[in-house]
């Protein structure tokens, strides 16, 4: 199958693209930023374009000369860059993918499955401390405090969908829990002290103590980029996608102490300290339901928080970053 990976170089993209080669699939590679520090390895095993998510001339050639049988979205920005300017937040990760959609039914292409996120969800209810809530696909999209990223993932979900309905394109979009994986760090996603284990790790390697504002038993579910492109690509493949939403996740809580007990053993040293009981204990948490992924497509996380960790440090010296 030749297949279009638009993000392709980036932190799950990397992944998407390298189990696609694996699959003996061919891969195409579409970015703007000819960054090859997450591809290293493969960078001579799949054909790259480089150009604009939003040059809608540039996507009808690659689709065309290419032969693109079904397209992976990755490419987009991230919610601290849409609140900045949100009218180029929507431009790339909403109306650009209006375009692509727009490429992909004149160019015949059979599938495309979109990179959605929790964000596009509306906000979660009050709940007690320590109460954790299991959210499938009938939980209420249309994000409420999640911003401008949100609303453009919303907004993409929706007109895929209505390309499904009016041109028959197989559309299926995936919404993402947190992910965590190499590469998560600036200058791709900004400051790694916005996200909790990167921030752990990050520290924990340079020898510097970290404090973290969370007590060890808080609940997350934190899926790790690798099972991430698994399920993107499980749906790329698949004979038949009979949903439009997927939920993806680790299909469990793990305890943010999993992840920091997992860190310490690869990284002896590291200094992990934990909010005081005296601030409360665990706060309220939530999961993605992932039943509809396993029964579709046959989703499963394969990484525990310590594969995950030595799986991500194994690379991260494998590729040098
Ligand atoms: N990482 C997470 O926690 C998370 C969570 C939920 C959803 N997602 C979604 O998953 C997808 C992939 O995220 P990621 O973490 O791999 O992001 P990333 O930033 O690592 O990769 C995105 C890639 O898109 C490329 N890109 C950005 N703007 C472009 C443009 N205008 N034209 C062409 N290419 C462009 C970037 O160069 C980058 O290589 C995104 O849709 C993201 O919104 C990520």
Redesign the pocket.
């Given at each position: 199958m030749r297949v279009l990976i638009?993000?392709g170089?980036?932190?799950?993209?990397c992944w998407v693209t390298r189990q696609f080669l694996a699959a003996g699939h061919e891969a195409v590679v579409?970015?703007?930023?000819p960054?090859f520090s997450l591809t290293r390895d493969i960078a001579d095993r799949f054909e790259f374009v480089e150009?604009?998510?939003?040059d809608s001339d540039s996507l009808a050639r690659t689709l065309k000369e290419r032969r693109i049988e079904r397209i992976c979205h990755?490419?987009?920005?991230?919610p601290s860059a849409c609140d900045e300017v949100p009218l180029r937040g929507f431009e790339?990760?909403a109306l650009?993918s209006v375009r692509l959609l727009e490429a992909a039914r004149i160019a015949g292409v059979r599938r495309v499955v979109f990179?959605?996120?929790?964000?596009a969800l509306a906000p979660f209810p009050a709940m007690q401390p320590g109460e954790v809530l299991r959210v499938d696909e009938s939980y209420p999209s249309c994000p409420g405090d999640s911003g401008v990223y949100g609303a453009t993932?919303v907004a993409a979900e929706l007109m895929g969908m209505n390309y499904a309905r009016l041109y028959g394109i197989e559309f299926a979009a995936l919404r993402?829990a947190?992910?965590y994986g190499p590469?998560?760090l600036a200058p791709?996603?900004g400051d790694a002290s916005m996200f909790v284990i990167p921030n752990v790790i990050v520290r924990a390697l340079a020898g510097k103590p970290i404090s973290l504002p969370y007590a060890s038993n808080q609940p997350f579910d934190l899926v790790y980029a690798d099972d991430v492109a698994d399920s993107i690509v499980r749906a790329c493949v698949a004979d038949a996608l009979p949903h439009s939403i997927y939920h993806i996740g680790a299909g469990r809580t793990y305890a943010l102490g999993e992840f920091c007990a997992a860190v310490s053993a690869a990284i002896p040293g590291a200094k992990i300290e934990f909010a005081p009981e005296s601030q409360g204990g665990a706060r309220s948490a939530w999961y993605f339901d992932i039943s509809r992924a396993d029964s579709d497509f046959g989703y499963r996380p394969r990484y525990t928080p310590e594969s995950a960790i030595r799986h991500w440090l194994d690379w991260s010296t494998k590729l040098g970053i």
């Amino acid at each position: 199958m030749r297949v279009l990976i638009t993000g392709g170089l980036g932190v799950n993209g990397c992944w998407v693209t390298r189990q696609f080669l694996a699959a003996g699939h061919e891969a195409v590679v579409f970015d703007n930023r000819p960054d090859f520090s997450l591809t290293r390895d493969i960078a001579d095993r799949f054909e790259f374009v480089e150009g604009d998510i939003l040059d809608s001339d540039s996507l009808a050639r690659t689709l065309k000369e290419r032969r693109i049988e079904r397209i992976c979205h990755l490419a987009a920005i991230y919610p601290s860059a849409c609140d900045e300017v949100p009218l180029r937040g929507f431009e790339i990760n909403a109306l650009a993918s209006v375009r692509l959609l727009e490429a992909a039914r004149i160019a015949g292409v059979r599938r495309v499955v979109f990179t959605s996120s929790v964000a596009a969800l509306a906000p979660f209810p009050a709940m007690q401390p320590g109460e954790v809530l299991r959210v499938d696909e009938s939980y209420p999209s249309c994000p409420g405090d999640s911003g401008v990223y949100g609303a453009t993932k919303v907004a993409a979900e929706l007109m895929g969908m209505n390309y499904a309905r009016l041109y028959g394109i197989e559309f299926a979009a995936l919404r993402f829990a947190s992910i965590y994986g190499p590469g998560k760090l600036a200058p791709r996603h900004g400051d790694a002290s916005m996200f909790v284990i990167p921030n752990v790790i990050v520290r924990a390697l340079a020898g510097k103590p970290i404090s973290l504002p969370y007590a060890s038993n808080q609940p997350f579910d934190l899926v790790y980029a690798d099972d991430v492109a698994d399920s993107i690509v499980r749906a790329c493949v698949a004979d038949a996608l009979p949903h439009s939403i997927y939920h993806i996740g680790a299909g469990r809580t793990y305890a943010l102490g999993e992840f920091c007990a997992a860190v310490s053993a690869a990284i002896p040293g590291a200094k992990i300290e934990f909010a005081p009981e005296s601030q409360g204990g665990a706060r309220s948490a939530w999961y993605f339901d992932i039943s509809r992924a396993d029964s579709d497509f046959g989703y499963r996380p394969r990484y525990t928080p310590e594969s995950a960790i030595r799986h991500w440090l194994d690379w991260s010296t494998k590729l040098g970053i």
